[in-house]
């Protein structure tokens, strides 16, 4: 082979390693992780940081449930470790509850846009409150403001009288306080879930 040629297949082995590494890179779940941006956060390389929006799905409250009917990027973070923000539930806590516990509802937060989108589409909302375990032995007290929670996320679909009622559960646990975000707003109970 000429010397002249050489450049040519050099050029072409390093666009091609372009090429491979950026469809590499579409074909991995994309959280729209805004986590990794703040401050408070110390990053963790084996947790993927999520909002509550990467975990919406189209599965309505009275279908039937089919693991296969989530979406890629849903079933993908299946059993990782996640980060997202959020807030706890005291609808159902008692007073000891509220002083120390290890389990609780996980009302996460959204964009305020995205809320009424979702509220005008009817757009699935069981993933709006989510049981949270805690790390063995740790115990949490209530608090209003938000937090930012680590834990494996399992998908493990909830029903009452036959309708899906939640769909995650975030096991082992940990959490922080953290500050409100401009643009967000708590997701609220909603009646049937």
């Known amino acids: 082979m000429s010397r002249h040629g050489q450049p040519a297949i050099a050029v072409f082995v390093a666009l091609l390693a372009v ?8 074909v991995m779940p994309r959280p729209s992780a805004s986590l990794a941006d703040s401050t408070d956060v110390k990053m963790n390389r084996d947790v993927v940081d999520i909002e509550l929006a990467d975990l919406a799905t189209s599965l309505g409250y009275s ?6 009917k989530l979406p890629q ?5 299946e059993n990782k470790r996640i980060r997202i923000r959020g807030y706890m539930n005291a609808t159902s806590m008692t007073t000891a509850e509220k002083a120390a516990t290890a389990n609780f509802i996980f009302f996460g937060e959204e964009k305020t846009s995205n809320l009424q989108d979702a509220r005008m589409l009817s757009q699935s909302i069981v993933h709006y409150r989510t049981p949270v375990s805690l790390r063995g032995g740790q115990t949490a007290k209530f608090s209003e403001g938000p937090f930012i929670i680590e834990g494996t996320l399992r998908i493990e679909p909830q029903f009452r009288n036959g309708h899906l009622t939640r ?9 922080k306080p953290t500050k409100p975000r401009d643009g967000y707003q708590k997701v609220y109970h909603i009646s049937w879930c």
């Open 19 to 26: 090429f491979s590494t950026i469809a590499f890179m579409e």
């Open 73 to 77: 990027i849903v079933r993908s973070l």
């Open 63 to 68: 279908e039937p449930y089919l693991h296969e």
């Open 167 to 175: 769909l995650y559960h975030i096991e082992d646990a940990t959490m």
